[in-house]
């Protein structure tokens, strides 16, 4: 009698675990996906990418971000965790090479290389994204790994390194609001939130992408809405979200811009000096202007980071430069300086200027730019690349957060790189800051979307904090922005400029400001216990087909 063969099961509609062929063999842990899948999922990476980038300054296409997020997803579902790692890596590049062109005056190397090294995190964010979107509720789970992911871009590796997060390119949008509840890491969540609702309702219910991901069949097509609906929803109940009132209470505060002589690597010339006179006489116009009645009589005065790169305390012509200048407008100045700490060391302080006593107290920045104020790993670099010596003497950290009381109020002193860290703005906000006063030096980065991009962090610190933020940059963009995310004034990059803004005292907390890191903390514990019970599922899967 001739026996049958038995019938070949009918493929999965979803790539998952395949039925050993006989029971000695090993088991395949993913259906192979037609060839053709293969270009469409890295069409999707790169658009995604693409539509990320479109979203950050200077474009400033905000809407464009929640659309990349989804691309990304839809880049990656159903497919095996490896591929989708490096479909993650290959919409990182995309992503990163344009957003931080600015990089490229220090070095092509050291652009290409910091957007290589950068592009790792968003691999492991698609190799677990791809695992929990066999979970239900998955939109969540994505989203929440995504603020994983920023978190470890944030911290490792020398420090982290915090630019091109999601909430950053939300400076002025419908999920702006976010902020005041839970700060940046909520406002990234919510924007990865709609993308990945996007895609769900995407894959689920449009035919082609149903076919190019092999996702199963919808039930029942009418739920399409359902997803949309609830994307929708996400920044329309940002205006529900309470904002604090004004508190009656002002400051007049004068902001110097004051130029310098280069450009690039070398914008600062060959004398240093330059850039002190350039500042020095800019505040001396402010403090004429001042009398004249052109602008309001200042209570403060801020000037740029790097607005003497000659230690005042150790040089009688910074000092008296500075002095004379201070007494001209005569009201405290915060002065940006460099000053030596020891005989090696050095460090980049925030100094409280008084025209009578002269120089007081001051904050020394605390978040330190590798290979710009120090050199990590310096036995290595030092050796290896010349470059690497033009940082000089290396830079020490500060320890405490920068209130300073100058005037009529305590001032925030922020410096520069420090604004991308959620943990120093916040302890400077607690320790009684307000307004924030940001000085930067953008001078190697002028006129690229650096200036924009950071521009964009102040927007979004005013109102996580419930702070105006003003801004003093020696080449732009120096910016007066409101408590509630608005540049009232700001320059044009590349020239010498002064203004005296009135700015609103705010002291009053936000939840975000309260709370801290906590949402951040629950997002990511969400998001790994996610990966786990994926993780624990497949494990499960595997053995019963063994």
């Known amino acids: 009698m001739v026996q049958e063969k038995a019938a070949a099961p009918p493929p999965s509609p979803l790539p998952g675990p395949a039925a050993p062929a006989t029971p000695s063999a090993k088991s395949a842990k993913w259906i192979k996906e037609p ?29 464009s971000a929640p659309i990349g997020l989804a691309l990304l997803v839809i880049s990656v579902y159903g497919c095996r965790p490896r591929r989708a790692a490096w479909l993650g890596y290959l919409a990182g590049v995309v992503f990163l090479l344009p957003t931080l062109w600015w990089v490229s005056p220090i070095g092509v190397d050291a652009w290409i290389a910091l957007v290589a090294v950068e592009s790792l995190f968003y691999a492991a964010w698609a190799f677990l994204t791809r695992l929990t979107l066999r979970l239900p509720w998955w939109p969540l789970w994505s989203a929440a790994l995504w603020v994983g992911m920023e978190w470890c871009r944030s911290t490792f590796p020398v420090g982290g390194f915090p630019w091109a997060r999601v909430a950053f390119s939300q400076g002025e949008s419908p999920f702006t609001p976010y902020a005041a509840l839970g700060g940046v890491p909520l406002v990234t969540f919510v924007v990865a939130l709609c993308g990945s609702l996007i895609a769900y309702a995407a894959v689920r219910h449009l035919p082609a992408l149903r076919r190019a991901t092999g996702a199963p069949e919808p039930r029942d ?12 929803a996400v920044p329309v109940a940002a205006l529900a979200i309470p904002r604090p009132g004004d508190e009656g209470r002002s400051v007049n505060i004068g902001i110097v811009q004051g130029n310098v002589p280069g450009k690039g690597m070398y914008a600062f010339g060959e004398e240093p000096a330059i850039v002190l006179q350039n500042h020095a006489n800019e505040t001396k116009r402010l403090a004429q202007a001042a009398r004249d009645g ?13 607005s003497t790169d000659i230690d005042p305390y150790r040089s009688d012509f910074a000092r008296s430069v500075i002095d004379a200048s201070v007494k001209d407008v005569g009201v405290p100045t915060l002065v940006g300086a460099v000053v030596s700490i020891g005989d090696s060391e050095r460090a980049t302080r925030s100094l409280v200027w008084d025209p009578v006593k002269g120089p007081g107290a001051y904050y020394d920045k605390q978040q330190l730019v590798p290979f710009g104020e120090y050199t990590p790993f310096k036995e290595v670099f030092l050796t290896l690349f010349e470059r690497a010596r033009l940082v000089g003497r290396q830079s020490v950290a500060g320890t405490r957060p920068g209130d300073l009381r100058m005037g009529p109020v305590t001032i925030g002193a922020v410096n520069c790189y420090e604004v991308a860290f959620d943990a120093t703005v916040r302890e400077t906000v607690r320790a009684g800051g307000t307004p924030l006063a940001v000085q930067t030096n953008n001078a190697t980065y002028a006129l690229s979307n650096l200036p924009p991009q950071q521009l964009a962090m102040s927007k979004l610190r005013a109102v996580e904090h419930n702070r105006a933020v003003v801004t003093a940059a020696t080449t732009g963009i120096s910016a007066f922005v409101t408590p509630d995310g608005k540049v009232s004034w700001q320059t044009r990059e590349g020239v010498a400029d002064m203004n005296v803004v009135k700015v609103p005292v705010r002291t009053r907390a936000t939840l975000a400001t ?33």
């Open 35 to 63: 060839p053709a899948r293969l270009p469409a999922r890295v069409a999707a990476a790169v658009a995604g990418g693409l539509a990320l980038f479109l979203a950050f300054p200077p474009l400033d296409w905000w809407w």
């Open 514 to 546: 309260t709370v801290g890191a906590a949402p951040e903390w629950a997002l990511m514990v969400m998001g790994v216990g996610a990966v786990g019970v994926a993780a624990w599922r497949g494990r499960r899967r595997d053995d019963r087909m063994r």
């Open 294 to 306: 052109k602008v309001l009589k200042p209570d403060i005065v801020i000037l740029p980071e790097n």
């Open 221 to 232: 097509r009418r739920l399409a809405v359902a997803p949309l609906a609830l994307a929708l």
